[in-house]
């Protein structure tokens, strides 16, 4: 099964824009813009922010945006708040004609 | 409100077995696709099995295959991990979750349920 990269930290100042990124490859990412982010905090359940690539839950504020460009996609954040901080992680299928998902390993993201 | 309540976790050792559970209610559980997810300390999310409306279909991750046996009630919107042979790197908090396959995405998660495997 395929693996996703991100990038191991991120940071930014209050007010400030980020980006975190995660590439796979042309069977993965590449084939489909179906790649979902998860916000997670220490202790808690992960939470959806981002799906089909560029789609938000309800509920979840437009400063989280998504993008894909090849076989990479991107997930960012506007207007950096302190309740951002956070780790992030990616998820996309695994291959061609497969309902095997992989996730990508997280970023952590601070608010400095 | 939607809830996902894990449960069945605990201390086994290797080579033992484990069978968690997850009670659903706040959604039609039997009209949604159901995965279980898992995270050791201090690491990342890894993907573990998803499983059909009806049972026919059932996937996955490798290191799992032949180990795991994911499971359903639609009738108690339960789902089910049984755990065999299990490994000192199957520790782990498992979490339930709602999937929406074609889409990959979890939209609904449960707390998690710790399974630590160690002599």
């Known amino acids: 099964q395929s693996a996703l990269t991100q990038p191991a930290s991120v940071s930014g100042s209050p007010g400030q824009s980020i980006t975190i990124s995660c590439t796979g490859t042309s069977g993965d990412i590449g084939s489909y813009n179906l790649v979902s982010w998860y916000q997670q905090h220490p202790g808690q359940a992960p939470r959806l922010v981002i799906y089909e690539g560029n789609k938000r839950p309800s509920g979840v504020s437009t400063r989280f945006s998504g993008s894909k460009s090849g076989n990479t996609a991107s997930l960012t954040i506007s207007g950096l708040q302190a309740e951002d901080e956070a780790v992030y992680y990616c998820c996309s299928y695994a291959g061609f004609n497969t309902f095997v998902y992989v996730f990508g390993p997280g970023t952590r993201v601070t608010v400095l | ?119």
């Open chain 2, 1 to 119: 409100e939607v809830q996902l309540v894990e449960s069945g976790g605990g201390l086994v050792q290797p080579g033992g077995s484990l069978r968690l559970s997850c009670a659903a209610s706040g959604f039609s559980f039997s009209n949604s696709w159901m995965s279980w997810v898992r995270q050791a300390p201090g690491k990342g999310l890894e993907w573990v099995a998803n499983i059909k409306q009806d049972e026919s279909e059932k996937y996955y991750v490798d290191s799992v295959k032949g180990r795991f046996t994911i499971s359903r009630d639609n009738a108690k919107s339960s789902l089910y991990l049984q755990m065999n042979s299990l490994r000192a790197e199957d520790t782990a908090v498992y979490y339930c979750a709602r999937v929406e396959l074609w889409s990959v995405l979890f939209d609904y998660w449960g707390q998690g349920t710790l399974v630590t495997v160690s002599s």
